[in-house]
C-alpha cells in the first residue's frame, strides 16, 4: 500500500519533471521549516546550478508552468526565492486519509519495507533462580516494542530470550536445593526463596569448605550432563520460566524462542578453536584464552581451568543465529551497563569473520529510579520486582477506574484496570530516549492529562465513545462529505494521522518506540484541540456530522495501532 504522504511525493516529482526543466535525477523533496505554510519544498539551488540559471527565477519558473492533474495531492504551488513551496490539497487529503485508515483497519501504518529480512531481538534475557529486577522490566518492555515496530515494518522477527541458565552459580543453586530443600511457592515467591537459598548457602560456605567442595561438585556434574544433575537444573529452569511466564503474559509478551545460554554449551569447544585459529583470539602465559581488539579492554572467553563465560556464550549464540536465521540485523535489549561487553562481542565476532552481512546491534537502557532520584537497590531494600510493580499499578489503577467509571460492572472495571496499570508501566518505560533514566512517578503516570498512557487510552475511549452516541442517535456515516474536512484544526488533526507510517519508519532506523509515543501523544493532542474547536454530533449540517465522525473513528483507529505497537491495549470505555 502506498500511503498518502508517499502519494503526495511522487505526484510532485510527477509534476516537476513533466515541466521538462529538470531532470528526474536532480529532483529533490524535502520537508520544510515549521514556520513555512507548506508541507513539501523542491530547493531549487542544485538544480539550477547544475542548470547554469538563477534558482530563484527556476522556481518561479516552474511554479507558473505545473500543472498538477486533477487528482492530484498537491493543492498551492508557490516561490519563494529558490524555495518552490507545495501544500497538500486540503479536501483531497481528506479524502484520501480516511479512505486509507478505514481500508487498512489494523493494518494502517505498516509498511512492507522489511520484507523477506529477518531481525533476530535479543530482550529480556532474565536470569534463572532469581526474580527480574528492573534492567530486566525495561529489556522486557523495551524489546517487545521493537518486536512489534520491526513486524509493522514487515520484517520477519524473532523474539528469542536469552536466558542465563548456566554458569558456576548453579553449582551452589544446585548444592543448597539439595541440602536446604526445593521452594515450595510458585512464582516471584519462589524465586525469593532461591535467592534466599542461595544467599544462605554461600554464607554458610565461607567457614566451610567442605561446602564449597560440594558446590563445586554439582557445578562439575552438571556440566558432564549427570542426569541427577540435569533433572534438578531443568526443574529449577522450569520453575523460574513459569514465574517470568505470568508477567509476560500481562505484558501480552510470546517469545518465539528462549534457548538460553545453555543450550550452546556444545558449541564452545569449536568457537574457541575457530578463535585462537582466526588469531581474534589468543593464549596468554597462565593458559586462559583472551582477546585484545580495537583498542578496547582484554576480554577472557576461555578461564585457565577450561571453563567458559557469559561471552563464550554470547560469540556461540551469534553464530547459531546466523546460520539458523540468515538475519539482517541482531538487536539486544540490553542494560547500558553491557555496553562494553556488547562491543567486545562486535568486535570478536568480526575478526572471526563471522558477521559479514548483519547489523549487530546494542539498544542501551537506563536505569530505574523512585520518584526522588534514589536508585534502587537490594541492599537498601527499595528494589523494585516485576510482579509486585504490576500488581501495584493495576490497583492503583483500578482507585481510578473505580472512581471515574463507577456505573461500569465490576468485572469490566477491572479489565479496564488491567490495561492501564500496565499500560502506565509499559508508557512510563518508552515515552522518552531509553538511555534516560526512568522514575517510577505514579501521579504522572496514571494521569490523564499529562504524558502518559491513560491519557492515550482516555483519548481513545473518549472517540469510542463519541462513536456510540451516534450510533444510538442512528447517524449514518455514510451520508459524509469528507470534503468538508477543512477547518485548520481538522486539517491538522489528519496531516498527523497521515504521518504514522513516517514515524513508523523513524522509529525502526532508530531502534526508537519514543517516535511511536511521541506520535500518539501528537495525535491525543490534536485530537482535544479539533474537538474542542469543532462541535461533532452538534455539527451544523448532517453531511458535516458524518464527515467528522470518521474522522473521530480514523483517529481512534490510528490510535489504537500506535499504541498497539507500544504494546498498550485501548479499552472501549474507561
Ligand atoms: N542474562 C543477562 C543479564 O541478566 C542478559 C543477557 C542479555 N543478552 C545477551 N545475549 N547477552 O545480565
Redesign the pocket.
Known amino acids: 500500500m502506498r500511503y498518502a504522504l508517499e502519494r503526495f511525493i511522487t505526484d510532485i516529482k510527477d509534476a516537476i519533471a513533466a515541466t521538462g526543466k529538470v531532470p528526474v535525477d536532480l529532483i529533490e523533496i524535502t520537508t520544510p521549516k515549521p514556520n513555512i505554510p507548506a508541507d513539501r519544498t523542491f530547493v531549487a539551488f542544485k538544480a539550477a546550478k547544475a542548470l547554469r540559471i538563477d534558482p530563484a527565477k527556476l522556481a518561479a519558473e516552474l511554479a507558473a508552468t505545473i500543472a498538477p492533474p486533477p487528482d492530484s495531492l498537491i493543492g498551492e504551488v508557490t516561490a519563494t526565492g529558490a524555495f518552490l513551496n507545495f501544500s497538500l490539497h486540503p479536501q483531497r487529503l481528506a479524502v484520501a486519509v480516511l479512505n486509507e485508515i478505514e481500508t487498512a483497519g489494523e493494518a494502517y501504518g505498516t509498511v512492507a519495507d522489511g520484507a523477506g529480512r529477518t531481525v533476530v531481538i535479543?530482550y529480556s534475557?532474565?536470569?534463572i533462580a532469581k526474580r527480574m529486577h528492573v534492567?530486566?522490566i525495561r529489556?522486557t518492555i523495551i524489546g517487545q516494542a521493537l518486536v512489534h515496530i520491526f513486524r509493522a515494518l514487515g520484517y520477519r522477527v524473532i523474539g528469542d530470550n536469552?536466558?542465563?541458565d548456566w554458569g558456576t552459580q548453579f553449582g551452589i543453586i544446585l548444592a543448597a536445593m539439595q541440602r536446604y530443600g526445593r521452594p515450595q511457592s510458585e512464582g516471584e515467591a519462589a524465586m525469593a526463596e532461591l535467592e534466599a537459598l542461595y544467599a544462605r548457602y554461600n554464607a554458610e560456605m565461607n567457614n566451610d569448605s567442605a561446602l564449597e567442595e560440594e558446590a563445586r561438585r554439582w557445578s562439575l556434574a552438571l556440566e558432564r550432563g549427570d542426569p541427577e544433575a540435569r533433572s534438578l537444573w531443568q526443574w529449577c529452569v522450569d520453575l523460574s520460566l513459569r514465574a517470568a511466564q505470568r508477567n509476560y503474559d500481562r505484558l501480552g509478551i510470546r517469545f518465539d524462542y528462549a534457548y538460553g545460554?545453555s543450550f550452546y554449551e556444545a558449541m564452545l569447544p569449536e568457537v574457541i578453536e575457530e578463535a585462537l585459529r582466526s588469531e581474534a583470539a589468543f593464549r596468554d602465559i597462565d593458559g586462559a584464552v583472551v582477546a585484545e581488539l580495537d583498542k578496547l579492554p582484554k576480554f577472557i572467553i576461555q578461564r585457565n581451568d577450561g571453563g567458559t563465560v557469559?561471552m563464550t556464550r554470547?560469540i556461540a549464540?551469534i553464530k547459531f543465529r546466523l546460520q539458523t536465521f540468515n538475519p539482517s540485523h541482531i538487536i539486544?535489549v540490553?542494560?547500558a551497563r553491557?555496553e562494553l561487553?556488547f562491543r567486545q562481542l562486535f568486535a570478536i565476532v568480526r575478526a572471526m569473520g563471522y558477521a559479514r552481512d548483519v547489523e549487530l546491534v546494542h539498544v542501551p537502557f537506563g536505569v530505574i529510579t523512585t520518584s526522588d532520584g534514589q536508585p534502587l537497590s537490594t541492599k537498601k531494600g527499595n528494589m523494585v520486582y516485576l510482579e509486585a510493580l504490576l500488581d501495584d499499578a493495576v490497583a492503583r489503577a483500578r482507585a481510578l477506574v473505580d472512581a471515574k467509571s463507577p456505573d461500569l460492572s465490576p468485572e469490566e472495571r477491572a479489565t479496564i484496570a488491567e490495561a492501564v496499570g500496565i499500560g502506565a508501566v509499559i508508557y512510563n518505560d518508552l515515552y522518552q530516549d531509553p538511555r534516560r533514566n526512568i522514575t517510577l512517578d505514579w501521579d504522572r503516570m496514571l494521569s490523564i492529562e499529562g504524558n502518559s498512557a491513560a491519557y492515550l487510552q482516555y483519548s481513545h475511549a473518549r472517540c469510542r465513545s463519541i462513536l456510540r452516541r451516534a450510533a444510538d442517535e442512528g447517524v449514518a456515516l455514510a451520508e459524509a462529505d469528507l470534503t468538508l474536512l477543512t477547518h485548520p484544526s481538522e486539517q491538522r488533526l489528519i496531516r498527523h494521522l497521515a504521518r504514522l507510517p513516517e514515524a513508523l519508519r523513524e522509529a525502526g532506523a532508530r531502534y526508537a518506540p519514543f517516535v511511536i509515543a511521541d506520535w500518539c501523544y501528537t495525535t491525543a493532542r490534536e485530537f482535544g484541540i479539533f474537538f474542542e474547536q469543532c462541535p461533532v454530533l452538534r455539527a451544523e449540517t448532517p453531511t458535516l456530522r458524518a464527515a467528522r465522525l470518521r474522522l473521530v473513528a480514523a483517529t481512534a483507529n490510528a490510535l489504537r495501532n500506535g499504541l498497539a505497537l507500544l504494546g498498550i491495549r485501548a479499552p472501549e470505555r474507561m
Open positions: 535479543d534475557s532474565p536470569n534492567g530486566h529489556s536469552h536466558l542465563g545460554e557469559y554470547d549464540t539486544y540490553v542494560d553491557q561487553h
